[in-house]
């Protein structure tokens, strides 16, 4: 029996056709639910908008907060090193138990709920850490490492990420479920998730640059949590309150029904103490061809995405601008700083494309012939961007060849890197929805949980990532330092991935009519 959110129960048992009517094909019957309104779909994409302004937080305030804290670099980088762990572990594992949840609130709900108060939880001890290792014992006048808020920090840090991770892949699932056959819907339930991330992004970067949040909320600054420490505290709450409003519109706006519960005998996964490793060795046993090819395209996808959305500020700072961080010059150290902060206004850009084009994938994707064609050509354009980054820093080095003093660079390469930011905010929107909509059809067609599904489909996300965080310094070192000879790679990586998915990649199967579909569900 599946149970789609907020409809009807579709039994094979049931309400038989007669002998006389052929019946549809099980792929179509599982599929015939009719698709909730928009607004409800509207309403659980919304929480990424939550979700991501957390998340625009860690990447813009987290690293100087980590270095007043006196962590040290080497370890910091093991820190960061959660995210792609707990994305590999946690979205399959919340994916195959939401498949399976048979809870009265329903599959996917319960697991929201959760994520969101885990999220509130572990933001408000990142926030307090300064105050709590205070209260612990640390000694806010002494400078150096701080043991205690140190310890608050990484387990909040590590609760934050597995909270994450528990949130983002019910909420899909939970888009997929809202959506039902209708694929289409599935596509734009996708862009508007992609659309709120865009929104995150923008007021998390904006929350982020004012310095004068605190004197909003006078009570963040402390002995042990000075201004910059009082900032970051105001932004997490900032965050917890818009996050929990957000889960809780959605959860008291759409309704799942009880799932009843399905006998696993013999199958051999009751009996093991894990059947979740059980059922992802299954669940790659059972993936078809698309799948597959959908896997291959999104791990070189992010192999290219992720050199520059890790050194994208450093690579402002140091090859555009021509500063050094650790220089013992204070220009060169200026200059990397206004890099960097040319890098975040970047970013912001980045962000407001990213929002626009989240809502023109699905039609863009109709005028170009189907949403795979829409994907592999902006593979290309991901792959151009990346290459004109070499081009950006020859020019950029050009202008400060023979010059007696060093200067930021000239308007036309600080301009051209600043589109090149705005640019790619339209591959990444693409990125963001599509492949996690083929992912929801292909499952929807074969027969698969969506929430195990959209768990395989992270893992080709987070592999990518550590390989990238492991290789990229010593492949750059190897050319000699500087982030090009990555951003080279991922150039490449991103012409392969476009390359197989305009010829590879199985265009998903056609929409059905609405007059098809309600023939399908009255066998039901």
């Not at 990424?48 to 860690?58: E, K, R, T």
């Not at 605190?214 to 420490?229: E, G, K, M, R, W």
Request: aromatic share 10%.
């Amino acid at each position: 029996m599946e149970v789609e959110s907020g409809r009807k129960i579709i039994s094979s048992t049931n309400n038989k056709p007669s002998s006389s009517q052929a019946p549809p094909s099980e792929v179509e019957a599982a599929a015939a639910v009719e698709a909730s309104p928009l607004i409800k779909l509207i309403a659980v994409a919304s929480i990424a908008a939550g979700i991501q302004f957390g998340w625009a937080l860690q990447l813009s305030l987290l690293t100087p907060y980590v270095q007043l804290l006196g962590i040290p670099h080497t370890w910091a980088a093991f820190i960061w090193l959660c995210g792609p762990i707990s994305g590999m572990l946690v979205q399959p594992i919340v994916g195959y138990y939401s498949d399976r949840c048979t809870s009265r609130f329903g599959r996917r709900r319960p697991f929201i709920a959760a994520g969101a108060a885990l999220i509130a939880t572990a933001v408000f001890l990142i926030g307090f850490a300064a105050d709590l290792g205070h209260l612990f014992g640390d000694d806010p006048s002494r400078q150096g490492t701080k043991p205690r808020a140190i310890a608050v920090f990484v387990v909040g840090f590590w609760i934050l990420d597995v909270a994450n991770n528990m949130l983002q892949g019910p909420c899909r699932a939970l888009l997929a479920d809202l959506s039902g056959d209708d694929r289409r819907k599935m596509r734009m339930a996708n862009g508007f998730f992609s659309f709120f991330m865009a929104v995150g992004n923008v007021l998390g970067f904006a929350a982020g640059s004012y310095t004068h949040l605190h004197s909003f909320l006078p009570f963040t600054q402390t002995n042990a949590c000075d201004v910059y420490c009082a900032n970051l505290k105001s932004c997490f709450f900032i965050a917890i309150v818009l996050l929990l409003s957000l889960a809780t519109v959605a959860l008291t706006s759409v309704r799942e029904r009880q799932q009843e519960r399905v006998s696993e005998s013999g199958s051999g996964s009751s009996s093991s103490a894990l059947p979740i490793f059980g059922e992802m060795v299954g669940a790659f046993r059972e993936l078809k061809r698309p799948m597959w090819v959908l896997l291959l395209v999104t791990c070189l996808n992010w192999v290219a995405w992720f050199p520059f959305l890790l050194f994208d500020t450093d690579w402002m700072g140091k090859e555009v601008y021509g500063g050094e961080v650790a220089a013992k010059e204070e220009a060169l150290r200026r200059l990397y700083d206004r890099g960097v902060h040319a890098g975040a206004l970047g970013l912001m850009l980045n962000s407001v494309v990213l929002g626009f084009m989240s809502l023109c994938v699905e039609p863009l994707g109709r005028r170009l012939g189907g949403v795979k064609r829409l994907w592999g050509i902006v593979n290309f354009v991901l792959a151009a961007c990346l290459a004109m980054t070499v081009l950006i820093t020859k020019l950029a080095q050009a202008s400060r060849s023979g010059a007696a003093v060093v200067t930021q660079p000239p308007v036309g390469v600080r301009a051209g890197a600043l589109a090149l930011f705005s640019v790619l905010g339209v591959p990444l929107a693409v990125t963001y929805s599509v492949p996690f909509a083929m992912a929801s059809i292909f499952s929807n067609t074969s027969g698969a949980g969506q929430g195990l599904s959209l768990g395989v489909l992270n893992l080709a996300i987070v592999i990518p990532q550590m390989v990238v965080s492991v290789a990229s310094g010593p492949w750059d070192a190897l050319f000699g330092g500087g982030n090009l000879p990555a951003f080279v790679v991922a150039a490449i990586a991103a012409a392969v991935s476009g390359v197989l998915a305009l010829t590879m990649l199985p265009s998903p199967p056609p929409d059905l009519p609405s007059t098809k579909r309600t023939a399908i569900a009255a066998f039901h």
